[in-house]
C-alpha cells in the first residue's frame, strides 16, 4: 500500500499545521472540521504561513501556491475520507469525544484505511479496541508548532500490524521529522513521561529547599542543559494542557506521577501560563517573554531532585520494553530541546548519588521515589 492522500480530521492548533506539513511533503490533504468557518481560519492560518516561508524565501511563490492547492477543506466526513489511504485524527483530548468520532469515521472510511491518532495521553489499544480495524489504528504524536517541532512520536497499540508500524515511520520520513518509537501504549508516551512529573517535582524542590522559581528554573537551564526553564516550559505549554496530561496519566497509573495541588489550584484560578498573562511567572502580554535566568541563580540550586525524576522515568521506561537509552536522548533532544544528553548529565553528577537520593526521598515521601531496578544496577 501506497499513501498518497491523507485526511486530517480537526483544523485546530495541531491539524492546520499537521494539514501543512503533509501537503508541503506532496500529499493530497483534505482537511475536516465539523463547521465550515472553523475550516475557513485554519486555511487563513496555513496561507499565512506558507506566506512566511515565501517572504523569508525558505519556498518560492509557486512552491506555496502548489503546497496551498494540495489542501481542500471540506466538512462533510463521507466526502472528507473518500479518497484517504491514512486518515490523522487531531479532535480536542476527550476520551468519549473522539471514541464518537472513531465510531463514525469506521462506518465511512473503506476497511483498509490507516487511523492514527494525534493523542498526547490518551491509550491507543483503548482507542484502536471501539473500531473494527485495531490492526489498522496507530498514535502518531506531533508536537507544537508541528511546521518547525522536528520529532513525532509513533505509538502502535497492543494488536497494531508491523506494516502499519512501518507506513507510518515512513510517512513521518516523508514530511521531513524524526520518528521515535514508544514500543509499548504506556501513559504519557516518552515525552509527556519525562516532561509532566517533572513539573511537579520542581514544585516539590521549591516546597523542600525554598528555592526561588527562579534559581529552580537557572538550574534546568544551565546545569541540566534544557533550553529554558522547567516553570518558563510549564507556562510556556500551557497549565491546562499539564493538567489535563496529568489527570489522564495519573489515571492509568498512580505511580507514574506525584501530583502537587498547586498543578490543579493554578489550573481551577486560571494561570495557565503565557496565554492567560500569568502562570508561574506573570506577562505582560501574550507575546513570548523570557524570565532572567542566570548562572549566578543556578548556583544556589541543587537540581538533582529533578535529574533524579526524570531519570527514573527514563529507566521506568526502558526496564518496562517501551524504549531504550538511545531513543530516548534523541526524543529528549528534539521534543524537549535538551542540549545534553540526559544519561551524560546523570553520570556526571553520578548515578550512584541519584540512586541515594531517589532512596532518601522514597524514606521521606513514599515508594513513588523507589528508584527503577535498571538505576540501581547502573551505579
Ligand atoms: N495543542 C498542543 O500543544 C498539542 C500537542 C500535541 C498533541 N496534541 C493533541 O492533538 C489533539 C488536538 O489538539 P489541538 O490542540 O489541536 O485541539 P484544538 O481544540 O485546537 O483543535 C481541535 C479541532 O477539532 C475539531 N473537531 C471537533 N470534533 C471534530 C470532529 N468530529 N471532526 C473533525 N474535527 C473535529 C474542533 O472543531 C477543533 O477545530 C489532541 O488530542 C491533543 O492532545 C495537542
Known amino acids: 500500500m501506497k499513501v498518497k492522500n491523507i485526511t486530517v480530521l480537526g483544523s485546530g492548533v495541531m491539524g492546520h499545521g499537521i494539514a501543512q506539513v503533509s501537503a508541503t511533503a506532496g500529499y493530497n490533504v483534505v482537511l475536516r472540521d465539523i463547521k465550515k468557518e472553523f475550516l475557513d481560519k485554519a486555511m487563513e492560518k496555513i496561507k499565512w504561513s506558507l506566506d512566511k516561508l ?11 501556491d502548489s503546497i496551498f492547492s494540495r489542501i481542500t477543506p471540506i466538512v462533510d466526513l ?41 493523542t498526547s495521553t490518551l491509550p491507543i489499544t483503548e482507542i484502536a479496541n471501539t473500531t473494527s480495524r485495531p490492526e489498522k489504528f496507530i498514535g502518531i504524536h506531533f508536537f507544537n508548532p508541528p511546521q518547525l517541532m522536528k520529532l513525532v512520536e509513533v505509538i502502535p497499540g497492543e494488536k497494531t500490524s508491523q506494516e502499519v508500524t512501518d507506513l507510518t515511520l515512513e510517512y513521518v520520513k516523508s514530511v521531513n521529522k524524526e520518528a521515535v518509537v514508544c514500543r509499548k501504549d504506556v501513559p504519557g508516551f516518552i515525552i509527556n513521561r519525562l516532561f509532566i512529573p517533572m513539573v511537579h517535582e520542581a514544585c516539590f524542590l521549591k516546597d523542600r529547599t525554598g528555592a526561588t522559581l527562579e534559581e529552580i528554573d537557572s538550574a534546568v537551564k544551565f546545569k541540566l542543559g534544557f533550553p529554558m526553564g522547567i516553570f518558563e516550559l510549564a507556562d510556556f505549554t500551557g497549565m491546562d494542557v499539564i493538567h489535563k496530561a496529568t489527570t489522564e496519566m495519573y489515571l492509568r497509573d498512580k505511580k507514574v506521577i506525584n501530583p502537587h495541588p498547586l498543578v490543579e489550584k493554578m489550573f481551577d484560578d486560571k494561570k495557565l501560563g503565557q496565554k492567560s498573562g500569568e502562570g508561574y511567572y506573570k506577562y505582560s502580554d501574550d507575546k513570548y517573554e523570557r524570565v532572567s535566568l542566570s548562572e549566578e541563580l543556578a548556583a544556589k540550586c541543587n537540581p538533582i531532585q529533578i535529574v533524579a525524576n526524570i531519570l527514573n ?5 526502558i526496564t518496562n520494553g517501551a524504549s531504550d537509552i538511545e531513543e530516548i536522548e534523541k526524543a529528549a533532544k528534539l521534543g524537549l530541546g ?29 515508594e513513588f521515589y523507589k528508584p527503577d531496578p535498571l538505576l540501581v544496577s547502573m551505579q
Open 54 to 64: 515565501v517572504s523569508k524565501e525558505k519556498i518560492s511563490k509557486e512552491e506555496g
Open 78 to 118: 463521507s466526502d472528507a475520507v473518500k479518497d484517504a489511504e491514512l486518515i490523522i485524527e487531531v479532535v480536542p483530548e476527550i476520551m468519549d469525544l473522539k471514541k464518537k468520532v472513531y465510531e463514525e469515521l469506521d462506518k465511512v472510511a473503506a476497511p483498509e484505511v490507516i487511523f492514527a491518532s494525534n
Open 313 to 317: 522515568n527514563a529507566a521506568w521506561l
Open 338 to 366: 535538551l542540549k545534553k544528553p540526559l544519561f551524560e548529565t546523570a553520570k556526571e553528577i553520578g548515578i550512584r548519588k541519584i540512586v541515594e537520593e531517589l532512596n532518601k526521598l522514597a524514606k521521606e515521601h513514599g
